[in-house]
């Protein structure tokens, strides 16, 4: 794609949540987590790439011991529709006895999720959470709820605080819909 492409796809788009709405969300979430975590010495595991803005935001609004780590699947790499799920890197903590926090930029399918938490599971985590910047409301083929959500919204598109468009538009500082989509 071309930068203006790019800008041409921004333009268009509906912002659905401002920056202020996010980061008043963000604050919500982070009160959330601190009240069911602050005594449990978390391992919070960042999804990458999407969830690092998200992580990011978060981390400075939590004021009790933890630790970080990131984990590397994607469904997507790059496109608009999710495939197979591919693993690039997992943890470099173990997670064998470990509240683990699995933090990712959207809840959509669900699919991706399941599979962390099963990976986690697996793995022995004594406690698997999951938190999500954005939570779209539409049927999943899982039964499957994040612990944390800051945003709920429509099943559109989206992009911006971690969320891209074919791997742009991630720093957008609100969130977008994309055009059509």
């Not at 992580?55 to 496109?79: C, K, N, V, W």
């Not at 997992?90 to 099963?118: H, M, Q, Y």
């Amino acid at each position: 794609m071309t930068t203006e492409e790019i800008k041409k796809v921004f333009n268009e788009a509906d912002c659905l949540h401002a920056r202020q709405e996010v980061e008043q969300a963000l604050d919500i979430m982070a009160s959330d987590m601190h009240d069911r975590l602050h005594d449990k010495n978390p391992l919070m595991l960042c999804v990458v790439t999407g969830g690092i803005i998200p992580m990011g935001h978060l981390m400075t609004r939590l004021h009790f011991p933890l630790q970080m780590d990131y984990i590397h699947a994607s469904r997507y790499q790059g496109e608009t529709s999710g495939g197979t799920l591919k693993w690039l890197v997992k943890p470099s903590f173990p997670l064998k006895d470990r509240v683990v926090v699995i933090v990712d930029d959207v809840l959509d399918a669900g699919i991706t999720l399941v599979e962390l938490i099963k990976y986690a599971q697996q793995e022995g985590a004594a406690e698997v959470y999951s938190a999500v910047l954005v939570e779209k409301v539409q049927h999943r083929p899982f039964e499957i709820e994040a612990d944390f959500t800051g945003i709920k919204t429509l099943n559109r598109y989206l992009f911006g605080y971690g969320m891209d468009y074919k791997t742009y538009l991630r720093n957008a500082d609100g969130i977008y819909a994309v055009k059509g989509m």
